[in-house]
């Protein structure tokens, strides 16, 4: 059941899409009271209760103890005491043996969720503006909770098939010859590779939609060439538009008048990569379909896919945040700094970038009101999300497009896939890049990974290797690294083999990991789950931060710790161990529920399937195009039948579903592997 309680007067956050009637008797689970313009919700939380939701942000997958803000900002520093990253998702599911409750907080400005921060007993969720739809979700378990959540909001994004292919990208490549070399590399040693990603180095000046003219001579013959040998490019779209007359999008921007304006009318501007830069009003219906339309000339030129960034909007200074830096500057020149103006100017100059001063300084044009910035920021790159979404579904009407984005809201999981943004080369970062994993899927967004390697300071050998062992199972599998740190291709490095080894478990797992992303779209229910939604009794599987559930035959479990060669495992319940080194050399080892230490070499990396379940195994291939369903081997320990419906369709096709495209695969009383044979798929 999903009840609403209105507060204020919320605007259209474009997150939900049922149509609830308004409750209007007192809200359960909360206390609810008014300071000001806030709405302030506090519950007491039991010592035994976990607390699920808030999809991308900090932190372990049980977001207890610790306070969050939903607020996109461009914070490249994920460290612990964050509060916010780059994505607002404003679910929270409470889980405990006698309750059991989401609640969905339809703001699309600032909240603050204390989760048990001030007070380990209490839980306090301020809205600061006060103007917000609150949802409440009940229902027999966590899978229906998250069922009804995607139910409220709309069915998850569905990528082209291809985008399930390994990606490789950096900051940096800048030419044609470039992106040729690191294709060249890839399919000369056998690396799989079906997409490479071109940073804002492609462009002209950063200036979106264009690209450098004799860097890249003649785009469209290009990208022909590299799809032949199904590789697809995948150009990078920031959020600002340069101001600068006689460049076509600012000339077309301004003539509509679509970009954000001051108090006074006139345009706001800040700087972004390009320089002085202005913003789509992307609140707006007819801002966003301007802007969609933008992308024709690289669609045209036969793109199929964009990344879209800087969209919380990042903002590296206005004029008037650079102009209090360099006043203070001036009052202290010259002078012997005592510790307050040092600290004074160091702050003065960090503020000149995503000032909150700067958030205040605009507005948006909402149902034909004008809305502070400020009041709405969490939608920002949800809109831009939907205007590139629409503009592709426009150009190529009926097909699946790829696109994911740095910043997003709820509702921006039904056009497209996020990237968990500049994380490090840190293994704590592989480490919070998979526990945001099963609460971005719960807030619905399925698309989705982290820059494999890291992207920010230099990787290593065997840290690199573990995060590509992660990113076999994530939807978006994409190494991605930043200017001047060590070049994170695979074929750097001196075990590159391994690397590429581990690649080709993610090809060879495809038909199984496709099948489980579409079943969980189609389906509205969740690819990685905590354990607690399979296991929610058990207590050990509740409190497990590091393995999770994918799919509905297995549960992972990555190696996170430099110079690991193993790691304690918590199994449920009876599993099969499958050790893989490659698509073609596994280990498979029966294993019993309970406390286990595996030992898992640099190369080795495991998968679990439960038991009487089986998961289909292909023989790989370099390019999602190469894979075949027609023989899979079909691995599980089976003591009766074990049933799988594997899902298949052409890949690209936008109007698909579960009817037609499920073949069911039945396995008998098996040990451990059977070989099958279906009809070829395409
Ligand atoms: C931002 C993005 C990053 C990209 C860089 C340059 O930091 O998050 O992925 O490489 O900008 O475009």
Redesign the pocket.
Known sequence: MIRRYSFGTPCDTGAVVLSLPEEKGKMPYFDVRREGEKVLFRTQLTEEETVFGLGENVRGINKRGHRYRSWNSDD?NHTEDRQSIYASHNLLVFFRPDRLFGVYFDDPGLVIYDLGDARRDTAEIVSENGDLNVYLLEGADLKEIAKLFRGLTGRSYLPPEWAFGYIQSR?GYASEREVRAVAEEHRKRHIPLDGICM??DYMEGYRNFTWKKDAFPDLKAFVRSMKEEHIRLIP?I?AGIKTEEGYGPYDSGKEGGFFCKKADGTDFVAAV?PGRCCFPDFLREDARKWFGDLYRPLLEAGIEGFWN??NEPALFYSDETLAQAFALAETLKGKELDLSENWAIKDAFNAVANNPEDYRRFYHVMDGRNVRHDKVHNLYGAGMTRASADGMRRFRPGERYLLFS?SSFVGAHRDGGVWQ??NFSWWSHLKMAMQMLPNMNLCGFLFCGC?LGG?GCSTTEDLLERFLQLGVFTPLMRN?S??HTREQEIYRFSIWETMRDTVTVRYALLPYLYSEYMKAALTDSMLFRPLAFDYPEDRRAVRTEDQLMLGGECMIAPVYEQNAEGRYVYLPEDMLMIRFRSAQDYDLIPMEKGDHYISLGLGEFPLFVRNGHAVPLCRGGENVDEIKTDRLKMIGKVENEAVYDLYRDDGISEKVGMDGNITRIRVGKQELVSDIELKPDR
Do not use: S, V, Y
Request: hydrophobic share 55%.
């Open positions: 490249f900051w940073d804002i990078i920031d990569w960034d800087m740095r943004g500049d820059d992207f991605h930043a200017l």
